[in-house]
């Protein structure tokens, strides 16, 4: 981390770009190896989780939480701490969910369980895990930490519920649309939250975190809707259509969908723009400009739609 970028300032100093940077280097330090005889397994773990970071990924919730840091004048210290924090739990929480799922691939690669195998795949989640609240520990803003580290672990126990009942739904077929939108809720949303609310906690603005929660949640549904719907139009005439959460099956009209159903897309869609027009709306309003990263991917996934 260069020393501009550890420098606590109240109009910051630093820029996203570097501390994007900063975020990369702070998770590999925070799994690195350990130089111990009797560490082969944990090197194991370690080498499994570098491999799933090195794998690539969008960053988006390192964005939203650099990005809302900068507007909100936190040094980027604190910055790169909640951002690193809410990476690693994003990234444990995806090698946790391949396994349950029993996807073979993430990012065009291999998921670390089919690799190195379903027991080490827990430990490397279970280390990224650890490492996000090692993170935290930079935070030069100590006073607020007991805060952050609650809404660290309710947040994670929403997202756990969230996918436990995806889990569950996958022998019980979801029979409702709040259901689905439930679950998407807590198992996509509340990690997408986070970064923002943390930042705003750091801040001194933690009355605002409910607001940042409704925005980054309706942008989680609109985002998984629209994906959804690509994934039935991927599948159509596929045995695989309805095995995974599914709302246009939901919105069925008759017994079957496909994907030249153009009414039961189309209220798909609407539902979709619908939960992006209110996360825009949501995030803009938050103080600062800290939700500005959010308006805006909310803003331009609703125009592809």
Known sequence: MSARLVM?????TWNTIDGLHSVEQRCRD??????APDAD???TAAGAATYHLHAGG???RARLALDAAFHLGLSARDAVAIASACELLHNASLVHDDLQDRDVQRRGADAVWKIYGEATAICTGDLLLSAAYAALADMDRSTCLQQMLSL???????????????????IRPILDVSTYLQIVAGKSGALLSLPLELALIAAGQGQWADKACEAAEAFAIGYQIADDLDDLEKDAGSEDVGQTLNLALLM????????GDGTVLQRCVTLAQHHL????????ALPHESG??????????????
């Open 152 to 170: 660290v672990h309710a947040r994670t126990a929403a997202a756990i519920r969230g996918q436990a009942a995806d889990v569950s739904h996958r």
């Open 252 to 259: 069925r009209s008759g017994d079957a969908v496909h994907a």
């Open 8 to 12: 606590a300032s109240t109009a910051p």
């Open 41 to 43: 397994i944990f090197n």
């Open 58 to 60: 969008s960053r988006i």
């Open 292 to 305: 500005r990263l959010l308006a805006e991917l909310a803003i331009a996934l609703n125009g592809r739609l």
């Open 277 to 284: 027009t209110v996360a825009a709306a949501g995030a803009a």
């Open 30 to 35: 925070l799994i690195q190896r350990k130089p």
